[in-house]
């Protein structure tokens, strides 16, 4: 079974960067599966704010997070990455690593899920 395992999170300062990986187990090669990313702050849905597509790595980003995140794969060590600049305390929360099998990061039954790596935004 696909495992995903996210690493990177931590505390940063307002303005700050942080770069989150995703790793998948052995046996899975994570350019057949679209990966996004996802966050979940205290008292708040879970939101989406990032996806690389399987179908021909197309990204997608949010109005919140654009021009601020982005998304990239290393084929090589098959990771996908987040790297998040001009970081905000609105940023808090914790962020997961979603596959799904089809072209899209729908975040349904049919994704699997990382165990989520805290990310705080404070001074």
């Known amino acids: 079974q696909l495992q995903l395992v996210e690493s990177g999170g931590g505390l940063v300062q307002p303005g700050g960067s942080l770069k989150l990986s995703c790793e998948a187990s052995?046996?899975?090669?994570?350019?057949?599966?679209?990966i996004g990313w996802f966050r979940q702050a205290p008292g708040k849905e879970r939101e989406g704010v990032s996806c690389i597509s399987s179908y021909n790595f197309s990204t997608y980003y949010p109005n919140s997070v654009k021009g601020r995140f982005t998304i990239s794969r290393d084929k090589a060590k098959n990771t996908v990455f987040l790297q998040m600049n001009s970081l905000k305390p609105e940023d808090t929360a914790v962020y997961y690593c979603?596959?799904?099998?089809?072209?899209?990061?729908?975040?349904?039954?049919?994704?699997?899920w990382g165990q989520g790596t805290p990310v705080t935004v404070s001074s």
């Open positions: 052995s046996g899975f090669v994570l350019d057949y599966w679209s």
């Open positions: 979603a596959a799904d099998p089809s072209y899209y990061c729908t975040g349904g039954e049919r994704t699997y």
